[in-house]
């Protein structure tokens, strides 16, 4: 049986050291998408890695987190203005409550944006029903 969220869930990325942050659901986009500022792609026993910055709020209080983990690939996004950007993606456990299942995430400066993080269909598909009207049912 398929759980019930609202438009903004609190999620944890414990594998990127960020126990809490508040993503909105979107599932007019495609693919989820990370804050990320200060992003730089290195070499680590011969695979690409990306060490990068994500700078959200918890409760109000700002939270800045130094990341790192193996580059996924890179991929044009189309932006939510029509705009073809290429991204890196990064693969990632996300957990909702009490759900815990791998995601793919683009990296993007969002740092204008109200919410930090972005979960589209991709991440939802088989998982969620959203109710639009809610906020925070996990």
């Known amino acids: 049986m398929l759980k019930i969220i609202g438009s903004v869930e609190r999620c944890a990325l414990e594998e990127l050291g960020i126990s809490k942050i508040d993503a909105r659901i979107d599932t007019g986009a495609k693919t989820s998408s990370l804050q990320a500022t200060n992003i730089e792609v290195f070499k680590k026993k011969n695979k690409k890695w990306v060490r990068f ?6 409760d109000e209080k700002p939270v800045s987190a130094i990341c790192e983990t193996p ?3 890179q991929r044009k996004v189309k932006t939510s203005n029509e705009i073809s950007e290429k991204r890196i993606m990064i693969k990632t456990p996300i957990t909702m ?3 815990t ?15 930090q993080m972005l979960l589209g269909r991709e991440a939802l ?3 969620f029903l ?4 809610a906020s925070f049912l996990l």
Not at 53 to 58: G, L, R, S, W
Not at 101 to 115: G, K
């Open 101 to 115: 299942y791998d995601i793919e995430l683009n990296l993007a400066n969002r740092t204008t944006m109200e919410y």
């Open 71 to 73: 580059v996924l690939t």
């Open 53 to 58: 910055e994500v700078n959200y709020k918890v």
């Open 125 to 127: 598909n088989d998982r």
């Open 130 to 133: 959203i109710d639009p009207s």
């Open 97 to 99: 409550g009490d759900i």
